[in-house]
């Protein structure tokens, strides 16, 4: 079985033993892995988020002394059932899962070991009774989006968005576009989204945002307050301390981007009374004014994950058509691609989500 | 009409005139002010608070080039109405408000100048139809703490308490005493309270709090953690990334130091899920870790002031008295000794809420 192997921050392709399903679990072909930013933050910064992780979980994420296979966004092939197993889904079929193997094996997947692997490898093990089977005619692409819509539908709840509220998107990569797509399919309007890249804000577009922003050139909350002006009749209302009333609709701000200052940028450009919900994962010391903050009632929430429910609604949305979010893939890359990859994304950031084929082979002409 | 007049940060006794009530508007001698924490700041970092103020919600708040006197917690009597007045309540009666007019003058009261005093002076001006009437009966001194007790009220109600929720208050000046009163009267259990003074301390388990701890000696979340240990049967889930289910029942904690550092503080030690109300108020910068908060789905309300409802609801809860929180007011003072302490309370805040009683004089000998 060949796989992508990380240690030592190295990306390279191996071959790895056929992992054994153990009971309850599934052997299966990985059809398309999404490469994600906790996988890029997991190569570039792994000690950082173990160390993390063990302080706000008490968990430790990885053992970063052997090699791991990343991925935890897929769809796959069922091809064989370990014991204990009620063979549910017949073998050749369609399937994505949670991330995870939940029997006698509590392992998150896309953080272990070989024995674990995640999917960025031709095959993997899954926990048959979490098992999401794919109807015939739903593309296999779309149905590996589930996770990361997952992550946005989860973000999008926290949110709490009423018909009023005129959303704001900070960062167009894989968990903005992801979050512009769910917001487009729950009707809220207009989106405002912002992001330094002219490539990434054309894929705003395609998926849904009315109004795109160049940070580089404009002010994202100008462009927010433009649209929040001419939005529908509204029935909001901001207590506004030290009397008076806010002539301004508070805002909903998602922040995609994981960059320190960005949190402190919408708290400034925020009217009173809007909610920040944190989507990105920003690994560095932040700074912030709480005095803003406080002046302006500003609410916070920091969201992560997703529940299984989530998981679930997210999974079925995509395959009613409900929720199509297929605009957000770039390319589709092999394993030994995989690397290069991870490089390109790190520096200039004019893909959104890239999948790897497993199954494809890089010409060697 | 003396008054204690704040100009270039110093704080003097001056007859000034007596104020004239416009359209709406009554005179009224102030029984009790109480000297509020914003009053320090407004003194201290007056300049800076304009700043904050006119950034966050374009207002300015204080004309500094002018005197003004400070106040914006008091109980009074009715001496005499404007013209446009209904006179709904006898003069001699005592009375509360809102401090604000709100009629052809839409002014904030406590910042502003010699026509529109605040508390910290023997008379004053309210708007007649914000005045809240004081039955007989009910002591003055309690009614003197309608506009911190309504701050934490707000607070309180911002925080959605739940009956399984464990609170954690750190910080126990004026607000975090009120916040505990409050509490108390809402009957959520038990109450762990946090602070640097073992004065505080005894006020705070005077107040209601369960549990008391001196974050000198102490960490407040093993004691937080002790608490939510033995509480009583917890209906609560909280999610938690990486697999895993959290030990811990999330907090509330209430931050009410304004110390900047303690968010970071609590979200370091607060568990997956947990809710922070940062009602203390930092004119500092301040730092923080996301991915904590990220990892831990952290929610973070920031709250000022409060709504009119508020205000009259914990006026009624005071005088009905199932609201009590006079045990917080450790001595009053005359117009003569404020100035004296602003700067023990700055330096050694062994008081919690000082009363003015502006008809009294400081013996000369």
Chains 1, 2 share one sequence.
Request: overall charge negative; charged content about 20%; proline content about 7%.
């Amino acid at each position: 079985v060949r796989a992508v192997l990380m240690q030592d921050k190295r990306l390279t392709v191996e071959s790895v033993p056929e992992p054994v399903p153990g009971s309850g679990e599934v052997l299966v072909e990985v059809l398309y892995s999404g490469i994600c930013g906790s996988d890029l933050h997991f190569r570039a910064h792994g000690a950082e988020f173990n160390q993390a992780a063990r302080e706000a979980v008490g968990v430790e994420v990885m053992d970063l002394s052997r090699p791991i296979i990343l991925g935890h966004e897929f769809v796959a092939r069922v091809l064989a059932y370990g014991p204990g197993t009620t063979r549910r889904i017949a073998v050749g079929k369609r399937v994505t899962s949670l991330p995870a193997l939940r029997g006698d094996r509590q392992r998150g997947i896309g953080s272990a070991g070989i024995d674990v692997p995640g999917s960025y490898a031709e095959r993997m093990l899954l926990t048959e009774s979490l098992l999401l089977e794919v109807p015939e005619g739903v593309p296999s692409e779309s149905v590996s989006l589930t996770e990361p819509l997952a992550v946005a539908l989860h973000a999008a709840n926290s949110a709490n968005l009423e018909t009023c509220d005129v959303p704001l998107i900070m960062g167009c990569g894989p968990i903005g576009l992801a979050l512009i797509a769910v917001l487009k399919m729950k009707g809220v309007a207009p989106i405002v989204a912002a992001d330094l890249s002219p490539a990434r804000l054309n894929l705003a577009r395609d998926l849904g945002a009315d109004i795109v922003v160049n940070a580089r050139q404009h002010s994202p909350f100008e462009a927010w307050r433009e649209a929040a002006r001419s939005a529908d009749p509204s029935t909001w209302a901001a207590p506004t301390p030290f009397g008076g009333q806010s002539d301004l609709r508070p805002t909903v701000a998602f922040e995609c981007t994981g960059s320190p200052g960005v949190i402190n940028q919408i708290i400034h450009g925020a009217p009173v009374g809007s909610r920040i919900v944190v989507a990105g994962l920003c690994m560095a010391t932040d700074h912030f004014e709480p005095s803003q903050a406080v002046l302006k009632s500003i609410e916070m929430r920091f969201v992560a994950m997703y529940s299984d429910a989530e998981f679930e609604e997210t999974f079925n949305l995509i395959v009613s058509g409900a929720l199509n979010a297929r605009g957000m893939i770039t390319r589709t890359v092999t394993l030994e691609e995989v690397s290069g990859v991870f490089e390109q994304l790190a520096s200039s950031p004019n893909d959104a989500k890239v999948l790897i084929d497993p199954s494809a082979r890089t010409d060697a002409g």
